[in-house]
């Protein structure tokens, strides 16, 4: 028993670094209904700016941490609230989520540009050597770990007397109750929502920059906080500090009690970093469906704000015209290029494929999914490990591209019967899950870290491999763009914008909600298979759990909704740095589409929105009279968008 | 009618696209009580939020004891002596009895609002501790009111106070009112029982499809037979 009490201690230590992350996550979602994925990423720049200024800069410890701490995090957080959070106010869910993988994007690609993808060591900042526990033998603290621990406790204890007896904390809780009300009464929401977002950016650099001696500072990992803190979050129900900060604690302690319980097996060595995911997806699975309700004010302001846009449109034409001459550029291609140029067109041509079937989720039914690139990845080990057991390679493909619709289901089936934020939170954990636990085993990578993908003689040439990925990607945007146009896609549109209308004609919201899901998943699977292929060997990182994200913010800046966006994804993705080789592109490259994320994300249709497309079904229309009254009788037997009544 | 202390002049709000008022005249003088009657759906509530800053207007002027306010956000207004009760209870559920005193208090000590709460309502006496949400229906629209009593708002305006309550509790709420009336407060009524309303009221105003369509003295419109066509005789107590 004692050999695990050190360990208790080290548990605690981190324990209590997630304590105070989540602290900061949870104050601001309650006080302004955001889910900020990018928490540990302000928290991550902190820790860089107090590293610049410490060492580029000379400035003393004390200094430079009082910069981080006091003036850094909390003006990050009065603009956060003021610049972008708020011009979104009343935007859907998927709006707020996606602007905040923004930021999160673009605060580690800027860390990158500033100090290169290297971890740097920083020195302790408390003294480090230990002293006994009176009355524990053989257990041994070092000073750190104690003031960590203690500066954990003392924050939740001054938060909970901050929210009890101040007039600000009253203040708080009457935001978060009735934010209407408060106004009523005289008292701005917006500051106190400003303040509290001050106050949570303040909590997220100071976990990060406590974390930093013993993590060392990477911008990568400190990112990642955020994560670590989903579980603790939710065990909160998002709402209680003090739950969050002791679930927080017991995860830490948990972790590090599993480190010592497995030891030396490699294959099991993912697990103590996936914990705070497996009690998320535990609190997911057995939560009541309103305990994660959304509260009640922004489910109103949402409804509000739907209708002030005036309810969009839930009809869709298929995009014929546009697919015919997309489709007719891309066959022509590899006239006129060829070797490395042919392979990032391959590669570009299978990306629509997936941006496409991503933007039936993002675009279609404003389902946030975090794990696609787990999909993808999930796609092209399957094959790998069919095609080595000799299963023919187009029944192979579609085969492998089945087996990951089970994966997808799994994620799904708990969270979409919980608010949007839920599906987002549970793929978010599922991606990192999955690469952490589910990779190194026999049904992904295996031990050694590879899976090769041998390709099919018939298209050993780069031209045929092609046009082979081309067919099969012209194929799923045919299925994805025949599905936006279906009565399904009606009704996802429908449910979007308002899931009481949907419920009350009969429609079940969860089942179409997870055949949309399970579709995507599959087309994600497709392409993953043929991106192998191109590429013939694979690792756990060439689709890393933070593709996902960058994925995300590229196809809602490009645009979610038509297909003419998952085709300028792809491009801005793959061909702009291709064409563009310096080093400047590809670093900036994050950056940028992280800042168009915030920027873009409430426009409908991202940079598509503001370019006309050529309207070619009207044109068809002009020659053929016969398709003009079939528009017309289509028209006449249109859904309209329903009208909320009070 | 001299200057009035809440003038609403041209109003046009509703939500989105879609327009609830239709250039809506009101004008309340000091001290006086208006009642403001309608069908369900007429806007009566919207109407209330527009002046209050919580539904945007469209167009229209809102003038408050001379000040033009209809570009400031409610908490402004507010400060500036314009109180809503809306519809619903206007209490902060969460919070107790007490906390919900000390966010009304404003310029006064929490200390004196409980006082004053407490000599209007002294069932609310033993129950400044608990959660506001939890209190019977008629001791949250108590707290609701105390509001009023609490603050020196100088034109409260009144959305269904007595809605789903008993009588004896709607006979205390309006003892209330008219405390509030004798301290000179000006008043705009919105209530579904129309002889109580008329009882207390200077003034009627009926809205009728985001129009005002009658305004009168109460006499005249017990009198008034097309009164009751835009009422309903259905709403009468
Ligand atoms: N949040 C909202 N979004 C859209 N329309 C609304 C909203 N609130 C009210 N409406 C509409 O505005 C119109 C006027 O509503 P309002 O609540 O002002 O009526 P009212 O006179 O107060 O009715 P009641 O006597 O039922 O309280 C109604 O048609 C209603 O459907
Ligand atoms: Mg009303």
Redesign the interface.
Known sequence: MSEYLPFVVIGLFTGAVYALAAAGLVLTYKTSGVFNFGHGAIGMFAAYVFYHLNTAWGWGTIPSMAVALLLFGPLMGVLLDRVLFRSLAGAGLATYVVASLGLLVFLQGLAVVWKGGNTYRINPFFPTNTFKVPGVSGVFVTVEQALVVGIAVLAGVALTAFFRVT?LG??T??V???R??????????NVVTTLSWALGCFFASLSAILFVPSLGLDSVLLTLLVLTALGAAAAGRLTSIPVTMATAFAIGVGQSLLVKAIGTRPSLAGLPTSLPFVVLFVILFFAKKTTFALPARAQERIA?AT????GRSHRSRFPAGQLLVLSAVAVLLPATVSGYRLSTATTAVGMVLVFSSLSLLLGLSRQVSLCHAMFVSFGATNLSLLLHAHVPFLPALILAALLVVPLGAIVAIPSIRLSGLFLALATFGFGKLAQDVLYPTALAFGSDSLASIPRPAAFRGPAAFYYLVLAIAIAGVVVVEVLKASRLGRTLRALADSPTAVESLGISPWASRVIVFCVSAFLAGLAGGLLGTLVQSINPNSFDFFLSLLWVTVLVVAGASTLGGSVLAAILLVVVPAVLTSRAVTEWQPVAFGLAAMAFAQLPNGIMTMVRMPDWSAAWQRVSWKAAHQQRARERHAVTAP?RA? | MGSPMLALENIHAGYGRFEVLHGVDLRVPPGKTVALLGANGAGKTTLLKAAAGLVPTTAGQITLDGVRVERIPPQKRARRGLMLIPEGRGIFRDLTVRENLAMFAGRRSVSEAIERAVAAFPVLDGRLGQRAGSLSGGQQQMVAVSRALIADARVILADELSVGLAPVVVDEIFEAVNVLRAEGRSLVIVEQYVDRVLDVADYVYVLHKGRVALVGEPEQCRRDAVFDQYIGAATHS
């Not at chain 1, 209708?307 to 005036?310: E, F, I």
Request: charged share 25%; proline share 4%.
């Open positions: 007039t009253l203040r809780r009457a978060v109750n009735d209407d009300l408060t106004s009523l009464v005289g008292v701005s929401p509000k209708a002030l846009r005036g009208v009070t």
